[in-house]
């Protein structure tokens, strides 16, 4: 997998990636991440990336013209999969998403700022757009990265122990249960018996119904219209 990140503050994407389960990946060839400074791609001294909102109002919007020399350079170089725009008015970023993006070969994500980009961007590039939440953020920068950190741990070989995201929460569409480590016995505070009995199918039993009533307690919307 190959992800394109265009970003007007590419200093906000240095880390993420070069560390634990990102750099792995980067380190076995199983995906790589490259972050673009739209600014490299802008005309005249100023290398300007925004510009006044036609018919007025506060904040800038970013120019067109950055953009397409920078989408077009990498479309030369490779096919895509999905043009992504990070924006607070995309459709909310889930689970579900991040497994279907996590089965794509190659996409670009740009990264919002200011108030957008022009319009024509969208209509004219892009082919998904993506919130993380309901709240917003400074730029689409740390919402590329929580997206792009979602869908690369489950690329098959980047987790040590592939099962493990298979049990993650919402993974089933539950929250995970409660896990336990050394001590047995902490200050009086005790491991569930059950889970050191070696009773596999009792134990996968007991997780289930963990399970199920942690997500009752935290959050009965995702039980919603399931049999349980
Ligand atoms: Cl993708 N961008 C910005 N600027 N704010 C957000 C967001 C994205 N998702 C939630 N808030």
Redesign the pocket.
């Known amino acids: 997998m190959r992800i394109d990140i265009i970003s007007v503050v590419p200093g906000l994407l240095e880390g993420p990636f070069s560390h634990s389960i990102l750099k792995r990946a980067e380190e076995k060839g199983l995906a790589t991440v490259r972050v673009h400074n739209l600014r490299d791609y802008a005309g005249g001294k100023q290398k300007q990336v925004d510009d006044y909102a036609f018919g007025g109002g506060a904040g800038m919007v970013m120019m067109i013209e950055p953009i397409a020399k920078c989408i077009e350079a990498l479309k030369s170089e490779r096919e895509y999969d999905e043009v992504i725009y ?3 008015d ?1 459709k909310k ?1 889930d689970q579900q998403m991040a497994n279907e993006l996590s089965l794509k070969e190659n996409f670009i994500i740009l ?3 200011y108030k957008g980009v022009d319009e024509r961007v969208r209509l004219k590039w892009i082919t998904k757009e ?11 920068e ?3 990265a929580v ?1 792009t950190d979602a869908i690369i741990r489950l690329i098959p070989g980047v987790l040590n122990d592939e099962s493990s995201a298979l049990t993650d929460s919402f993974q089933d569409g539950l929250l995970a249960p409660p896990v336990y480590t050394r001590p047995a016995d902490y200050v009086g505070m005790k491991v569930p018996e059950i889970l050191m009995s070696g009773h596999q199918a009792k134990i996968d039993t007991w997780r289930f119904e963990a399970s199920v009533r942690r997500t009752k307690e935290r959050r009965p919307d995702l039980l919603e219209g399931k049999e349980i």
């Open positions: 990070m924006t607070p995309g970023f990264c919002g700022h993506i919130s993380i939440g309901d709240y917003v953020l400074s730029g689409g740390l919402a590329a997206v």
